[in-house]
């Protein structure tokens, strides 16, 4: 298996994927962001075809729509209830991200007829593989790029990890002590949308959630520490990831996506029946 290129580069850009779900999914988690995070999953998909249609590198389409739509929820947070403590955290209204939500899949929907008839049918297969992603197909130097961006996103995630738990806890105490709590509440969502731009092309926008959300929200019920909790969404995201592309190489017909998302579920609700 790893004789074949393909599948180093899949392993690699996969692995770096997987720690950079995980850590910011315990997060997401946290702050109750989910429905963001499934929004900013979306956004990938016009964000891509609009490079296609522009004649430009998807992935600065994938990264540009998500960090501006990630720091466009982010402006628009609003207090509201979550975490295990029940503090009040900052996240954005779920009304407008609905709104948002919908309006960007219109455009998706806009530049994938406006454009599939033109380009051959090329924007369909931009259209496909950002829906369901595209991880065995990754160049070597694209499986290095995605690799180092989402190192520097979980270094970053961790660099802040320790003001962000504070502010997402208990966000009027830490303002009362001079924590930024709107910046960091800005600063991690546009991180977020990295991560999301990033993930897009291993496991699609459709199923992105399963891959940021299913591993992080097993290591809330089983760890009783956020050191533990945030290593264990990213052992848990890693085994997702690691088992779907060898489950997907051993069985030809199974898409990787579907497999890394099956085995990130799974993990899920075997911490539901445990805990």
């Known amino acids: 298996m790893l004789s074949q290129e393909f599948m180093r580069n899949a392993l690699l850009a996969g692995t770096f994927v997987a720690l950079a779900c995980g850590v910011s999914g315990w997060f997401v988690v946290l702050r109750g962001q989910v429905f963001a995070g499934d929004a900013l999953s979306h956004v990938a998909f016009p964000g ?4 296609a249609a522009a004649g430009v590198d998807q992935r600065l389409g994938l990264v540009l729509a998500t960090v501006i739509v990630g720091a466009g929820i982010g402006v628009l947070g609003r207090a509201t209830l979550s975490g295990r403590g029940g503090g009040v955290a900052l996240a954005a209204d779920d009304t407008a991200i609905g709104i948002a939500f919908t309006f960007i899949l219109g455009l998706g929907l806009f530049f994938l007829t406006r454009f599939g008839l033109s380009s051959g049918g090329a924007s369909g297969i931009q259209a496909a593989h950002t829906l369901f992603g595209s991880i065995f197909g990754l160049g070597a130097g694209e499986a290095r790029l995605a690799a180092a961006v989402a ?19 208990t966000p009027e105490v830490a303002g009362a002590r001079g924590v930024p709590t709107r910046l960091l509440g800005i600063g991690f969502l546009v991180l977020l949308g990295v991560v999301a731009a990033e993930a897009t092309q291993a496991v699609g926008a459709l199923l992105l959630l399963g891959l940021l959300a299913a591993p992080a929200a097993a290591a809330h019920r089983i760890a009783r520490s956020p050191v533990v909790g945030i290593a264990l969404a990213g052992a848990f995201a890693l085994v997702s990831v690691w088992g779907g592309l060898v489950l997907a190489y051993a069985v030809p017909s199974l898409p990787p996506s579907s497999a890394v998302v099956a085995i990130a579920a799974t993990i899920y609700y075997g911490s539901v029946l445990l805990v």
């Open 48 to 51: 891509a075809l609009a490079a």
């Open 151 to 169: 190192l520097v996103v979980t270094v970053a995630t961790v660099a802040i990890s320790r003001p962000l738990l504070f502010a997402s806890v």
